[in-house]
């Protein structure tokens, strides 16, 4: 055959032969530290949350750590029906309003929301990377994540005692041009809305220095990087900022892909910071979790990270085991979450 091809109909198969170790769950429980659920969907659909607990007590997964709770009566009607209707399951985060944001009475309010969220049962406050994105003030100034006008919600956060988990930009390719030296060509053709380059957006660069001005300043707040620290594709950066910043973890939430494709890094990596390293997926599927599984525990090589879709949905790429040791196993799967939640044992 000759002639053109697709490049979507690119999908070359392997000839390479290699082990293939199927991790059916966990080898040690584990708490999933990055996930989102609507509660509002999951009281009126019993059989999917029957499923998800199945799933759940498959997989090894003992908590899920749901970071849309939401805000108000959402927030409390999310933490009646999960957290205190399965208790030792799942954890809800707070979020905040960000309409109006940084108008007058908006910080208070926000303030006073947060309190009356931690005293109802959030463990924890979700901030999501609109923030230094798409959130403005009333003057239509970009709100970076270090705005000096947010800094009371991050001490509040600190006296409350619960963990703020931040996603700070997105992956460097999303601030690329989209053009053929793009490693994330395909996705962002498919997700144009999550390409961020050009004038109208901060550098990949200053957003990730505005996320470590804003955990520098507030050294008695505990704060949660997510996604490897915002800036999986270096390892080496991330160990820096962990080193930097005593207040600092990250998870490793839907970041797969770049671990991966690195193994003696990123093994290097999870050996030095087991104590700050927290897993996470991103709503993964009980497959995606077997693939995170393989991952952390064997060393299997040149295996796909998205073995249900054809050439993965991140990149061109395949990825390797790091066979982490089970000491550094139990705790990114367990004891990092669990320290920072306040979690028996």
């Known amino acids: 055959m000759t002639g053109s091809l697709e490049l979507s109909q690119f999908n070359p198969r392997s000839e390479a032969v290699v082990a293939q170790t199927h991790v059916a769950r966990a080898r040690f429980p584990l708490i999933d530290f990055h996930y989102h659920l609507n509660a509002e969907e999951l009281a009126t659909d019993y059989p999917a949350l029957r499923q998800l607990l199945a799933d759940m007590d498959e997989l090894n997964v003992r908590c899920i750590v749901n970071l849309s709770g939401g805000y108000g009566e959402a927030l409390r009607r999310s933490i009646n029906l999960l957290d205190r209707g399965y208790p030792g399951r799942f954890v809800s985060f707070a979020n ?3 309409r109006y944001a940084l108008s007058d009475g908006w910080l208070a309010a926000q303030l006073k929301q947060f309190e009356q969220a931690v005293h109802t049962g959030a463990r924890g406050l979700k901030i999501f990377k609109e923030l230094g994105l798409r959130y403005y003030d009333p003057d239509r100034r970009l709100i970076m994540p270090d705005d000096e006008r947010l800094a009371p919600i991050w001490e509040l956060a600190g006296r409350l005692n619960v963990p703020v988990l931040i996603h700070t ?7 690329r041009p989209l053009d053929g030296e793009n490693e994330r060509y395909e996705e962002l053709i498919n997700h144009p809305d999550w390409h961020f380059y050009g004038e109208q957006f901060p550098s990949f660069a200053e957003l990730i220095e505005s996320l470590i001005s804003l955990v520098s300043r507030h050294p ?3 704060f949660v990087a997510a996604h490897v620290g915002c800036y999986a594709e270096n390892l080496s950066f991330v160990s820096d900022m962990l080193e930097r910043l005593p207040n600092l973890c990250v998870d490793i939430a839907a970041r797969l892909p770049e671990l991966g494709r690195v193994p003696y890094s990123a093994n290097a990596f999870f050996t030095r910071h087991a104590d700050r390293i927290l897993f996470g997926t991103d709503n993964d599927t ?15 090589e040149y295996f796909s990270y998205a073995p249900n879709r054809p050439h993965g949905d991140n990149g061109r790429w395949n990825i390797y085991g790091i066979t982490l040791e089970d000491d550094i196993l139990r705790r990114v799967y367990w004891a990092n979450a669990a320290r920072i939640l306040r979690l028996d044992p």
């Open 169 to 175: 930009a997105d992956p460097v390719a999303f601030f």
């Open 220 to 222: 008695n707040t505990q």
């Open 286 to 300: 009980p497959a995606g979790y077997r693939t995170f599984f393989r991952f952390l525990e064997t060393s299997d």
């Open 96 to 98: 905040l309003d960000w």
